[in-house]
């Protein structure tokens, strides 16, 4: 009913910045929370940053300052902005959304992306 696509991970060097993109589309009536969570290998996924609709955000202690979530309500569009990445933050990034769907009723869900790699070199 939802998809959710990334696009914007790939290799970078220590000290620089990348973008992150998910756009969401299919059966949607509204999207609420959106959020990036990251996992890299042997760990648990973790919560990297979240924003509700009205833009409200929150960060893992470990981005702020360095990262910055924002979205774009009008094109189900979730954005992560990553500066001053560290080794540490080399990671599969997931974008996630609870999304309202309507079937025979009114329905809401948690939606994941598929993944996109960040791997950052020193």
């Known amino acids: 009913q939802v998809q959710l696509v990334e696009s914007g991970g790939g290799l970078v060097q220590v000290g620089g910045s990348l973008r992150l993109s998910c756009a969401a589309s299919g059966s949607i009536v509204r999207i609420n929370d959106m959020g990036w969570y990251r996992q890299a290998p042997g760990t648990q996924r973790e919560l990297v940053a979240g924003?509700?609709?009205?833009?409200?955000?929150n960060y893992a202690d470990s981005v702020k300052g360095r990262f910055t979530i924002s979205r774009d309500n009008a094109k189900n569009t979730v954005y992560l902005q990553m500066n001053s990445l560290k080794p540490e933050d080399t990671a599969v990034y997931y974008c996630n959304a609870d999304a309202v769907v309507f079937t025979s009723t009114w329905q809401t869900f948690a939606y994941w992306g598929q993944g996109t790699q960040v791997t950052v070199s020193s």
């Open positions: 924003i509700t609709r009205g833009g409200s955000t």
